[in-house]
């Protein structure tokens, strides 16, 4: 199983920037699918999360209403696009996935068992 993540980069406030991560090796449809990110010297913190079916996403509160998570099963891939970036949303982010069977609140990295390599997204202020 491989979770490749792309799309990390240099903003500046209020900039854009569009993370995918290309899925391989497991039945993509039946794997919820969610995006951590980790800044320096802090502990690594939940983003946002779609459900194996993509009819349900859940965000942290400091991106929701900014971030928008989606899934394409037919190309596995899942994207979070991050609008109205700031600087404190600099920090390697990374994908997760986990099997639909799987128990736990999509919020814990517990229970996630597939990561990405994380991309970089710096904010500049």
């Known amino acids: 199983v491989q979770l490749q993540a792309c799309g990390g980069g240099l903003a500046q406030t209020g900039g854009s920037l569009r993370l995918a991560c290309a899925a391989s090796g497991l039945p993509f449809s039946t794997y919820s699918l969610a995006w951590f990110r980790q800044a320096p010297g802090k502990e690594r913190e939940f983003v946002g999360a779609?459900?194996?079916?993509?009819?349900?996403?859940h965000y942290s509160d400091s991106v929701k209403g900014r971030f928008a998570i989606s899934r394409d099963n037919a190309k596995t891939t899942v994207f979070l696009q991050m609008d109205g970036l700031k600087p404190e949303d600099t920090a390697v982010h990374y994908c997760a996935a986990r099997h639909s069977s799987s128990s736990g609140t999509l919020q814990y990295s517990r229970y996630y068992r597939y990561w990405g390599q994380g991309t970089q997204v710096t904010v500049s202020s």
């Open positions: 779609i459900n194996w079916r993509g009819g349900s996403t």
